[in-house]
């Protein structure tokens, strides 16, 4: 039996990119509310991210739509999308290319 392809965190970012803050047009990744990405040996990836504000009524949806890139991934066994808020999230988390998207 084949073994299976390890998944990189590169994919899971990629597959983040496809993802967004319905409020902001800006992707999870360039808004920076990704915190950890792990992936185990049996390609279960583990996700810690966090919203603009701990009160964001999306922010179930925003998990949930990341969770779902994630399981597109080929090769992917299960997704565990853990929501925080420390630290806080603040503006200076924003990629160059994000803050290009939004103006800043």
Known sequence: MAEATKISID???????EVYDPE??????DLGLIYDIQIDDSNEV??????????????PYIAQQAEWAIAEIQGVKNVNVELTFDPPWSPDLITEEGKTLIGL
């Not at 994919?11 to 990119?17: D, F, P």
């Not at 583990?46 to 922010?59: E, V």
Request: a positive charge; charged letters at 15%; hydrophobic letters at 50%.
């Open 46 to 59: 583990f996700i810690k991210m966090t919203l603009t504000f701990a009160g964001c009524g999306m922010g």
């Open 24 to 29: 902001i047009p800006v992707n999870v990744i």
């Open 11 to 17: 994919q899971v970012k990629e597959a983040l990119r």
